[in-house]
T-cell receptor
Framework: SQQGEEDPQALSIQEGENATMNCSYK?????LQWYRQNSGRGLVHLIL?????REKHSGRLRVTLDTSKKSSSLLITASRAADTASYFC????????????FGKGITLSVRP | DTAVSQTPKYLVTQMGNDKSIKCEQN?????MYWYKQDSKKFLKIMFS???????INETVPNRFSPKSPDKAHLNLHINSLELGDSAVYFC?????????????FGPGTRLTVT
């Protein structure tokens, strides 16, 4: 399966701390994407990193990609209570008509 | 000015019924998708359309029939509903094909089959 697998499954931190979430996958990818889902809502795209990139930043988000280890990490710095949500990594494998394959998600709780 | 909208938001129905979920995007995207999210939050693609043409059909039972009247709309019709169809269904769109770019998701339709 190409499915990304995130870890940990759940993470609870104090407001102001950093949150690090990891994702591993099995086959070659074109890109890897991170999404956030607030309870009862749709997914919101956070950041996309292409296979030839190693690191990207967007505001308080930092994503790294290690294609040799087939892994990615999402770092949220200076977390806020509003960051409480589920976070999903999704991989797009190489090839025509590729699709996004989502992991099972990480539940992040940020305590005020 | 919602980017991707779905109706209805909630759908409660009995086994054996037929129901439809509608999706519209105003982003001008060519590619649209249907995803199913189960009770464990596992999200799996069902269908992908590019400019009204079916691109991906992810071995979904043929009780599920997507229809794209134009590239801004992708509706999902489900025949003979079963208990296992209970889930949250998300529509999404993208300006890229082949999952080469970000996808924009609708708010979801929670389907409960009793």
């Amino acid at each position: 399966s190409q499915q990304g697998e995130e870890d940990p499954q759940a993470l609870s931190i104090q407001e102001g701390e950093n949150a690090t979430m990891n994702c591993s996958y099995k086959t070659s990818i074109n890109n890897l994407q991170w999404y956030r889902q607030n309870s009862g809502r749709g997914l919101v795209h956070l950041i996309l990193i292409r296979s030839n990139e190693r690191e990207k930043h967007s505001g308080r988000l930092r994503v790294t990609l290690d294609t040799s280890k087939k892994s990615s990490s999402l770092l949220i710095t200076a977390s806020r209570a509003a960051d409480t949500a589920s976070y999903f990594c999704a991989t797009a494998h190489t090839g025509a008509n590729s699709k996004l394959t989502f992991g099972k998600g990480i539940t992040l709780s940020v305590r005020p | 000015d919602t980017a991707v909208s779905q109706t209805p938001k909630y759908l409660v129905t009995q086994m054996g019924n037929d129901k439809s979920i509608k999706c519209e995007q105003n982003l001008g995207h060519d590619t649209m998708y249907w995803y199913k999210q189960d009770s464990k939050k596992f999200l799996k693609i069902m269908f992908s359309y590019n400019n009204k043409e079916l691109i991906i059909n992810e071995t979904v039972p043929n009780r599920f029939s997507p229809k794209s009247p134009d590239k801004a709309h992708l509706n999902l019709h489900i025949n003979s509903l079963e208990l296992g169809d209970s889930a949250v269904y998300f529509c999404a769109s993208s300006g890229w094909d082949g999952a080469r770019g970000e996808q924009y998701f609708g708010p979801g339709t929670r389907l409960t089959v009793t």
